[in-house]
């Protein structure tokens, strides 16, 4: 009992800033809806404002804590209200999802960006850190103390304001539908505010509070912080405060204890402590029952919003499909040329690993484009067919590229097996455990000698005879190719229209005989295969790879960045990937000239803002913003080919755009427009002028 | 032989009693109509006859097959077809991409590899057997836009053409004259009297518009607080005292 003691009292600190976030998560999700995957970025801004006030700039504690946790914490959080989440309170799962990701992703990269470098040894909040005040035979010192006092305070208000004010009451009914407790007269908008006010601060006091515990100030941590959360919040059902409190600070202890049961020296071990939260989350997913028996919430008058727009390619007429079959071949053959004979071997280089990250990303163009589901873990797979192909072609000389092969077989297997247990998980669910998956995935396989090796990875060869630079962008090129064939031809095939009925209704599906569990673990398996190979392909390029080559962080990053340019089109993925390779390049040539040498070192935070910021656009134009802008290109070439020739518009673009205005001139056929009154039918009355949005 | 029998089905929904051992059968090719005051178990009915719910008791078994521990999808194989209360459409497809993918999925057919090579797209039978269902229903105009465009009253009809040509032996239709005019629901009688006739589809029809159901239906059960109040040929029930209590009121 002593020895479980000793173990567990350090643990209650952490237990109970696990059970603040997971708070902050639950109130969130509960008065906007949104599962705010940016609670660690503002914990994380706030633990950096205060380290700068209190240990650069040698202000009072209390200043800092003014300045870090009681202005900018609900100042951030009214900022991210403000200006996007309530706009999208009934927005897709996915649309807000993307949202919180990109701003986990943008929000430290300003930091970054303003204030480069390490910040080490985060100051504490108590005036006596290193005090130690002992019961017993236990103690605990002045750091922990303030954590234990800070939370019970701030649990305590939470409790009189939820239980006693109408103000907690109404923050629960702008959940249900923000659109009907309008109709009620009450300000949906300002209940809002204030809920992403006081889970910013919330996020602030966590932030700061947990700080002191690391070495240096560090979005990763928090980002691990905030899984730990999630496992209370999902424990919670994202529903019951005091079941996240429970939850939290059980997690905390539990973490704690497991460090003094455990043997120190294996490696299995020491990532397994570390890793135990992540465990927890996936148990949680598959069996707690409150995750089970829960619907995500819908608003029952979402059915008035205007459906997504068709792919801009519905909106070809016969010339212009013409044109581009002509114009297409011209492309792709200048393109090869201008890259194999033009440019020096660094852009070589680059636009050969632009290829390859495209690759990569044709496995979320394959399972987010199709199923609309978000996986997490594509990192992870791509990792797996890198190290595979990597350790088969040195450990045991089998051909490079059959060992490229193996691979991507070796993560078709493990999606397969990731789908398996996840089939009845969708949406938020399905990518929390997918981002539970992949943070084991590099915590406890990726450092194994036999696979990962660890932080000194794995040689990946290039394939016998792709040796030279050139040789090796074909083969990126025809990898590619393959790949986008076999996704185009599965998306118009019997699995993508399955895929895409599920996507529409999936009782509606499953009562025509379409097996759900057989479409769901085929597309995963396709998509972690292609990520295996691109991962394969990827890591021959480089030559050696690490897990840190394949962390959760780059997973979030890549889907964030394709959703943006697009996820249900292979140009997308081209899109995305060449935008990942050139942006920092390009930023980082204009660092070299005189009047933009600030950007020096920031280069890399400026472009991870940029692309976490790019996430902020996809709630307009969910088809991606080079889909959206290629279709508005395609009206006005289509617009200016008939005026030219003289005509009407053409058939095809005249079909379409009298959609898009809602003018199907077919159709009113219903009557009386009752059908419309009728309320919450998914059948929809009007569409805006512009579909994307303007 | 019933070609469809539950028995002793019940269903509850935390203290709420949806449905309490209740036992309801239909012969091939026969139409029977199952009204009832709103919440009274008709969906939930629907629900677990499908495998949706799980029930708490009872059983289900159709031609033969016991349904007790089958899933959705093998169900429908078997031959039910369902349409829903507040419609179920796949969104972005057209309606006729709807009837496409039924046809296809009737049949338990999809492996990836037809289509890595270019076999996934639908046949010619495939589409002849669509336009014939297009046709059948009226809506061959309306059957190449998506069905967001589409008023409620299509919307209806493309759900029941995607159940109609999966050619199910038995139809469950959730209320689907809500929403429609009464020249829409009219036509949508004469589209269910010819099914039932011509195809020799059972039917079993939930539905408020009882002019409706006596054109459609010979048989009428009534439900009331998920137990059967009423069973028996149309003209009987709707004169049964009870039944004018419990739901169609004094007034009728």
Known sequence: MTHFLSFAIPGIPYGFVYALVAVGLVLTYKTSGVFNMAFAAQAYVSAAIYYGAVSQHHLSKWVGFVLAVVVAGPALGYVLDRLLFRHMRTAPTVVKLITGLGLLIGIPSIVQFFWPGQHQNPPSLSPKPNAVYHFGSYHIDGNQLVVIVAVLVVMAGLGVLFRFTALGLKMRAVVESPRMVELAGINADRVSSFAWMLSGFLAALAGVLLAPYYANIDATNFIALLVAAIAAAVFAGLASLPLALAGGLFLGIFQQVLTGYLPLNSIWATALRPSFPFIVLVLLLLFWPLVRRRREAGDPLAGVDPPPPALAASLRGATLDRLTTIIFPIFIVAYMGITLFLVPTHWLFLLTQGIVYATIFLSITALTGMSGQISLCQASFAGLGAFTAGQLATEFNINVIVALLIGGAVAAAAGALVAIPTLRLRGLYLALATLAFALLASNLLFPQSWLGNGDTGVNVPRPPGFNGNRAFFLLAMAVFAVCAVVVILVRKGTVGRYLSAMRGSQVAAETIGINPARAKITIFALSAGIAGVGGAMFGSLQGTTSGGDYNVFFSILWIVLVLTTGVRTVEGAVNAGIALVLVPELLSDLGGTSVFSFLGNRVTALSFFLFGIGALTYAKHPEGAVEFNKRRSLLWIAAWLDRRAGREPTAGVADAATLARGQAPALELSGDGQAVADGPAPVVPERSPHPGGP | ?252
């Open chain 2, 1 to 252: 032989m019933a070609l469809l029998r539950a028995s002793g089905i019940s269903k509850r929904f935390g203290g709420v009693v949806a449905l309490s051992e209740l036992s309801i059968g239909v012969e091939a090719g026969e139409a029977v109509g199952l009204v009832g005051p709103n919440g009274a178990g008709k969906t939930t009915l629907f629900n677990c006859l499908l495998g949706i719910l799980r029930p708490d008791t009872g059983t289900v078994t159709f031609d033969g097959h016991d349904l007790s521990r089958m899933p959705v999808y093998r169900r429908a194989r078997l031959g039910i077809g369902r349409t829903f209360q507040r419609i179920e459409l796949f969104t972005e497809m057209t309606a006729r991409d709807h009837l496409l993918v039924a046809e296809r999925a009737r049949r338990g057919n999809g492996a990836m590899w037809k289509d890595l090579l270019n076999r996934g797209d639908p046949t010619t039978d495939e589409q002849v057997r669509a336009a014939a269902v297009l046709s059948l229903l009226g809506i061959d105009d309306v059957a190449d836009l998506p069905v967001e465009a589409l008023s409620l009253g299509h919307g209806r009809l493309v759900e029941l053409g995607r159940a109609l040509i999966t050619e199910p032996r038995l139809l469950l239709l959730d209320e689907p004259s809500s929403g429609l005019d009464r020249m829409e629901s009219l036509a949508l009688a004469q589209v269910l009297g010819r099914v039932q006739q011509e195809r020799g589809t059972a039917i079993l029809l939930v539905e408020h518009d009882l002019e409706m159901v006596e054109r459609c239906v010979t048989r009428l059960c009534v439900l009331e607080l998920g137990q059967l109040i009423a069973d028996g040929p149309t003209a009987t029930v709707m004169g049964d005292a009870n039944v004018r209590r419990a739901y169609l009121g004094e007034a009728v």
